[in-house]
C-alpha cells in the first residue's frame, strides 16, 4: 500500500517514517511511505505557498497551484478525479472533516493508494475541494497543522494492511473502543514485582484456561 503524503514540514513526517513497525514494512516492501514539499513545485525566489484571503481576514491561506501541482506531480491524469481510479483516494486533513475511527479507518484500507494534505495556517484554498475525495479529522480540536493529524491516520490504517504487524493476529484482539472492545490486561516479567504478581494462570501453560480468562478479563463497553 502506497501513502504519500503533502506537506510544507516533510521531515516532521518522514522521522515518523523511519522509525519501528512502519521501517520494517518498508524494508519488507509491504508499505511505500512517500513526502512531498509544498514548496518544491513553486516558481518564485521565495517558494512562496501561501497567501491573504480574498475578502480579508487574519492569517494566511495555503495556494491552490501548489496544492494542484504537487497532486499532479504524484498521480499524473489521476490528479483529476473524474479520472482517479478507485482505488486511489486523496484526503485533506482537516478538522471539520470525517473523524477518524476503526471504521473509517477499515474503509480507508481497502484503497492501495492513499494522498494526504496537510494543512497550515488559516486552512485552504476552498478550490481545492474539487480535487479531494474527503477530509479526515482526528478529533474535535484544532492543531498547528496537519502533519500529527497525517501521521495518526498512516499509523492507524497502515496497521490494517497485511505483513505490516509482526503477528498475524496483532491487530485483531487490540481494544476497539467503537466496536465496544477493550483488550484484557496483559503482563511481563518480572513475575513478580514490589509484591504484585502476575496472575497464575498466566503460568499455568493450560492454553483453554487462559483463553477463558482473557476472554473474562476483556471489557465490553
Known amino acids: 500500500m502506497r501513502f504519500d503524503v503533502i506537506t510544507i ?16 514494512a518498508q524494508k519488507k516492501g509491504v508499505l511505500d511511505l512517500r513526502t512531498h514539499n509544498l514548496r518544491d513545485v513553486t516558481t518564485d525566489r521565495h517558494h512562496t505557498v501561501d497567501d491573504r484571503p480574498f ?6 491561506l495555503l495556494k491552490i497551484e501548489p496544492m494542484v501541482t504537487t497532486l499532479e506531480k504524484i498521480l499524473g491524469k489521476s490528479a483529476d478525479k473524474k479520472k482517479r481510479p478507485a482505488t486511489t483516494k486523496v484526503y485533506l486533513m482537516d478538522p471539520g ?7 473509517v479507518a477499515r474503509k480507508m484500507a481497502k484503497s492501495k493508494h492513499i494522498v494526504l494534505i496537510c494543512g497550515r495556517y488559516e486552512g485552504f484554498d476552498a478550490r481545492i475541494d474539487a480535487w479531494v475525495d474527503g ?19 498512516v499509523d492507524v490504517v497502515a496497521r490494517m494492511v497485511p505483513g ?6 496483532s491487530a485483531k ?11 484484557y490486561p496483559q ?7 514490589r509484591k504484585k504478581s502476575v496472575p497464575k494462570v498466566l503460568m499455568s501453560g493450560d492454553h483453554k484456561a487462559i483463553a477463558e480468562w482473557r476472554r473474562k478479563k476483556s471489557s465490553h463497553v
Open 9 to 24: 514540514f516533510p521531515e516532521l513526517v518522514r522521522a515518523y517514517f523511519d522509525e519501528s513497525i512502519l521501517e520494517r
Open 55 to 60: 475578502g480579508g481576514g487574519p492569517g494566511m
Open 97 to 103: 472533516g470525517v473523524q477518524l475511527s476503526q471504521t
Open 135 to 153: 477530509k479526515i479529522s482526528i478529533g474535535p480540536y484544532v492543531l498547528t497543522g496537519g502533519e500529527i493529524p497525517a501521521v495518526i491516520v
Open 164 to 169: 505490516v504487524l509482526g503477528h498475524a493476529d
Open 173 to 183: 484482539d487490540e481494544t476497539d473502543v467503537e466496536a465496544g472492545f477493550v483488550e
Open 187 to 193: 503482563y511481563t516479567r518480572p513475575e513478580v514485582f
